[in-house]
């Protein structure tokens, strides 16, 4: 059967969705199709306007409405104290388990030659420097446990101690996540047993 080229066009265009195969694409294009006018509305306006709204906050990299997040413009968050993340979702997914009190640093990904992705395309430098000009304690690496994740861990942990600025611990996430864990999947518990868990590297 062929479909309408329009109806084509829209399973076409959220299969580039993470996650979302030819059979999802489609199922979510037929509910949109008979769902009312006024919140495909909503939806596409909402869409059409998330890239112009949304800011990066220009010290932890997260997403926010203002040019500083909510988080890093907390004065009772202790700023000595900065954990690493993959992705901004990682916040959301950490800051849900309500212990952690310091602050993040969005990296924007990992270290994969596979997929191009090297040192310069993170937001490595700028941790560094973070850590330079803040007097920070201690750095939470809290990657995900992946191949890529421990190797960019151990790339982090060598340039901080290449800084020779006196002793900052540095920790991995630990127990409560398998290798593999994607910290997006896990639930509130084993994140708050991962924080809790984490070792010194």
Do not use: W
Not at 123 to 141: F, P, Q, T, Y
Request: proline share 3%; hydrophobic share 40%.
């Amino acid at each position: 059967m062929t479909l309408p080229s329009a109806l084509d066009e829209v399973i076409e265009v959220l299969q580039r969705l993470p996650g979302v195969g030819p059979k999802s694409a489609a199922r979510m294009a037929f509910y949109l199709l008979n769902t009312s006018q006024d919140f495909n509305k909503v939806l596409s306006r909402s869409v059409g306007e998330l890239k112009e709204k949304i800011k990066i906050c220009k010290e932890c990299f997260s997403v926010s409405d203002s040019e500083v997040c909510s988080i890093c413009n907390d004065e009772t968050r202790d700023k000595k104290q900065i954990c690493v993340v993959e992705r901004a979702l990682d916040v959301i997914s950490l800051e849900s388990v309500g212990e952690y009190r310091g602050v993040y640093h969005v990296l924007g990904g990992v270290i994969n030659p596979l997929e191009h992705s090297g040192p310069e395309d993170l937001k490595i430098e700028e941790l560094i420097e973070r850590i330079k000009n803040n007097g920070v304690d201690e750095v939470i690496l809290a990657m995900n446990l992946t191949m890529e994740g421990e190797a960019t861990a151990l790339y982090i942990k060598r340039k901080i101690k290449d800084l020779n600025i006196g002793e900052i611990k540095i920790t991995r996430i630990g127990s409560g996540l398998p290798m593999g864990a994607d910290l997006g999947y896990a639930d509130q518990a084993t994140l708050n047993r991962a924080m809790e868990g984490r070792t010194t590297i």
